[in-house]
C-alpha cells in the first residue's frame, strides 16, 4: 500500500492578514506519502542461467551454467516522504517564490551486493538496508524594474540535499567492500589518496628508505601516497571517504530583459561539493601518445606526475591521481532577440516576427582539468558549444 495525504492553509485570506498590504500572498503546505520503487527486471527472483559451448565426443554441444543467484526475498523499495513548505508574494507580486524542506527514508534499498566469489557469483541485486535523504529547496522569482518600455526579472533557484545510510543487511555495519559506510552517502569514493611525488633530495630519501624497508619499492620520481595512520606502511587501513560523487548543493540564476521590441535573457547554474575520477589515461610507458604534463625527471623535480616509465604498462598507486573536485559554474545559455512591432505586421497576415540569436555552454568556470566536469569521467561526453539562429513566425 502506498498512501499520501496532503494539506495547505492559505493564510492571507484570514482576516488577520487580508489588509496586510505588503504581503500579496501567503500559504502553507504540508504533506506524507509512500512510494515504490519496483524496478526489478522480470524473473530476477529466479535467476538466470548462460549458454555453455562445448564439444561431447565427435559433436559439437550446448549447455548451461549459473550466471545469476536466485533471490526469493527480492521485493519492492519503499520510500516514505515528508514535505513541509511555504508559498509567499510580497509587494503585489514583485516577489514571489517557494521554498520546501524534505525528508524521505527508504527501506528495503534495491542495490547490487558483493558476494564472495567462492560462491560461485560475484554480486547479488538485494534488499540491503535503509537510507536518509533531508534537503531544502528553496525558488524565488523578483520583478527588478517594470516599466512602460523596459522590464527585469530575475528567478533565483537553489537546492541542497544530505544523503547517508542508515542500516545495511547486517545492521548498522559498514560494508567496505562495497564502499557503503553507515552516516555515508551511497556512493562515495574510499581509496589511498596521494601527498605529491617522492623528490630526489636528503629527506625524501631517508622517507623512501623507512618505506622500503617494510616492502615498499619507492623511488625518487614515484607517487608518494597519502600515509594516513603514519606507520610507514601503505596498505588498507590508509583508505578512506575522498569524497562523494553527488553534488552538496546546486543553484541556478536567471535573468530575462526586455526594452521595448529588445528581449535578452541569460541562465547560470553551479553544482558544488562533488568529487569526480577522471582517467587522464597515463601509461607512463612510452609505448602509447601521452597527454602532454609535467612529467617528473631528474633534471626537472616536478611536484604533480610522476617519472614516465618505459616498458611498464601499470604504474602503482596511479589512481590515487584521479581524483579532482568536479565543482562549476557553467553559463548555460545566452539569447537576444528582436520582436517586429504590432503596427508593422498590422499590414501584413503575420501575428508575430521575432528573429533571435543564441549560445549554449559558451563557458564554464572549474578547476576540473579534464574536457567538462558535468557527468564526464574522462575526455568523454562534453557539453557541446552551440550557436543558432533563427526566427519565431506566428500566421
Not at 488577520?16 to 519496483?38: A, I, P, Y
Given at each position: 500500500?502506498?498512501?499520501?495525504?496532503?494539506?495547505?492553509?492559505?493564510?492571507?485570506?484570514?482576516?488577520?492578514?487580508?489588509?496586510?498590504?505588503?504581503?500579496?500572498?501567503?500559504?502553507?503546505?504540508?504533506?506524507?506519502?509512500?512510494?515504490?520503487?519496483?524496478a526489478i527486471a522480470p524473473y530476477k527472483t529466479e535467476g538466470a542461467l548462460s549458454i555453455i559451448q562445448y564439444v561431447y565426443g565427435d559433436a559439437p554441444a550446448l549447455g548451461f551454467s549459473p550466471l545469476e543467484m536466485i533471490?526469493?526475498?527480492?521485493?519492492?523499495?519503499?520510500?516514505?516522504?515528508?514535505?513541509?513548505?511555504?508559498?509567499?508574494?510580497?509587494?503585489?507580486?514583485?516577489?514571489?517564490?517557494?521554498?520546501?524542506?524534505?525528508?524521505?527514508?527508504?527501506?528495503?534499498?534495491?542495490?547490487?551486493?558483493?558476494?564472495?566469489?567462492?560462491?560461485?557469483?560475484?554480486?547479488?541485486?538485494?534488499?540491503?538496508?535503509?537510507?536518509?535523504?533531508?534537503?531544502?529547496?528553496?525558488?524565488?522569482?523578483?520583478?527588478?524594474?517594470?516599466?512602460?518600455?523596459?522590464?527585469?526579472?530575475?528567478?533565483?533557484?537553489?537546492?541542497?540535499?544530505?544523503?547517508?545510510?542508515?542500516?545495511?543487511?547486517?545492521?548498522?555495519?559498514?560494508?567496505?567492500?562495497?564502499?557503503?559506510?553507515?552516516?555515508?552517502?551511497?556512493?562515495?569514493?574510499?581509496?589511498?589518496?596521494?601527498?605529491?611525488?617522492?623528490?630526489?633530495?636528503?629527506?625524501?630519501?631517508?622517507?623512501?628508505?623507512?618505506?622500503?624497508?617494510?616492502?615498499?619499492?619507492?623511488?625518487?620520481?614515484?607517487?608518494?601516497?597519502?600515509?594516513?595512520?603514519?606507520?610507514?606502511?601503505?596498505?588498507?587501513?590508509?583508505?578512506?571517504?575522498?569524497?562523494?560523487?553527488?553534488?552538496?548543493?546546486?543553484?541556478?540564476?536567471?535573468?530575462?530583459?526586455?526594452?521595448?521590441?529588445?528581449?535578452?535573457?541569460?541562465?547560470?547554474?553551479?553544482?558544488?561539493?562533488?568529487?569526480?575520477?577522471?582517467?587522464?589515461?597515463?601509461?607512463?610507458?612510452?609505448?602509447?601518445?601521452?597527454?602532454?604534463?609535467?612529467?617528473?625527471?631528474?633534471?626537472?623535480?616536478?611536484?604533480?606526475?610522476?617519472?614516465?616509465?618505459?616498458?611498464?604498462?601499470?604504474?602503482?598507486?596511479?589512481?590515487?591521481?584521479?581524483?579532482?573536485?568536479?565543482?562549476?559554474?557553467?553559463?548555460?545559455?545566452?539569447?537576444?532577440?528582436?520582436?517586429?512591432?504590432?503596427?508593422?505586421?498590422?499590414?501584413?497576415?503575420?501575428?508575430?516576427?521575432?528573429?533571435?540569436?543564441?549560445?549554449?555552454?559558451?563557458?564554464?568556470?572549474?578547476?576540473?582539468?579534464?574536457?567538462?566536469?558535468?557527468?564526464?569521467?574522462?575526455?568523454?561526453?562534453?557539453?557541446?558549444?552551440?550557436?543558432?539562429?533563427?526566427?519565431?513566425?506566428?500566421?
Open positions: 500500500m502506498f498512501p499520501s495525504v496532503a494539506l495547505a492553509w492559505r493564510m492571507k485570506s484570514e482576516d488577520f492578514l487580508k489588509n496586510v498590504g505588503v504581503l500579496s500572498d501567503l500559504k502553507l503546505r504540508g504533506g506524507w506519502g509512500r512510494t515504490g520503487n519496483s533471490n526469493p526475498s527480492l521485493t519492492w523499495e519503499t520510500t516514505g516522504q515528508f514535505n513541509a513548505g511555504i508559498d509567499f508574494g510580497l509587494f503585489n507580486g514583485r516577489i514571489s517564490g517557494t521554498m520546501d524542506v524534505y525528508q524521505q527514508n527508504t527501506y528495503n534499498l534495491l542495490l547490487s551486493r558483493n558476494l564472495p566469489t567462492v560462491s560461485g557469483f560475484s554480486s547479488i541485486l538485494s534488499n540491503v538496508g535503509r537510507t536518509s535523504n533531508e534537503g531544502i529547496e528553496a525558488a524565488i522569482t523578483t520583478v527588478n524594474t517594470t516599466t512602460r518600455n523596459f522590464e527585469w526579472r530575475t528567478d533565483w533557484i537553489f537546492a541542497t540535499n544530505r544523503q547517508k545510510i542508515v542500516e545495511l543487511y547486517n545492521g548498522k555495519v559498514d560494508d567496505v567492500g562495497a564502499k557503503w559506510f553507515i552516516g555515508k552517502p551511497v556512493n562515495v569514493f574510499y581509496d589511498v589518496t596521494n601527498a605529491g611525488i617522492w623528490q630526489n633530495t636528503d629527506a625524501d630519501k631517508g622517507e623512501i628508505a623507512k618505506y622500503n624497508a617494510n616492502g615498499s619499492t619507492f623511488k625518487p620520481g614515484d607517487i608518494r601516497p597519502f600515509d594516513r595512520n603514519h606507520d610507514y606502511k601503505i596498505d588498507a587501513s590508509d583508505r578512506y571517504i575522498i569524497g562523494q560523487q553527488d553534488p552538496k548543493w546546486t543553484a541556478s540564476l536567471g535573468n530575462n530583459f526586455r526594452y521595448k521590441s529588445f528581449d535578452a535573457s541569460f541562465l547560470l547554474y553551479a553544482m558544488v561539493g562533488q568529487t569526480v575520477y577522471h582517467d587522464l589515461d597515463m601509461r607512463f610507458d612510452g609505448r602509447y601518445n601521452q597527454p602532454k604534463l609535467d612529467y617528473w625527471t631528474p633534471n626537472n623535480p616536478a611536484k604533480k606526475y610522476p617519472r614516465p616509465l618505459l616498458g611498464t604498462a601499470g604504474l602503482n598507486f596511479i589512481s590515487e591521481l584521479n581524483y579532482y573536485s568536479g565543482s562549476f559554474m557553467r553559463m548555460k545559455n545566452i539569447s537576444v532577440g528582436y520582436s517586429l512591432p504590432p503596427l508593422m505586421l498590422k499590414k501584413t497576415s503575420l501575428q508575430r516576427f521575432r528573429i533571435y540569436a543564441s549560445v549554449q555552454n559558451p563557458f564554464v568556470v572549474t578547476k576540473f582539468p579534464g574536457t567538462d566536469p558535468e557527468g564526464a569521467t574522462g575526455f568523454n561526453e562534453p557539453s557541446i558549444t552551440t550557436y543558432l539562429i533563427g526566427a519565431n513566425i506566428i500566421f
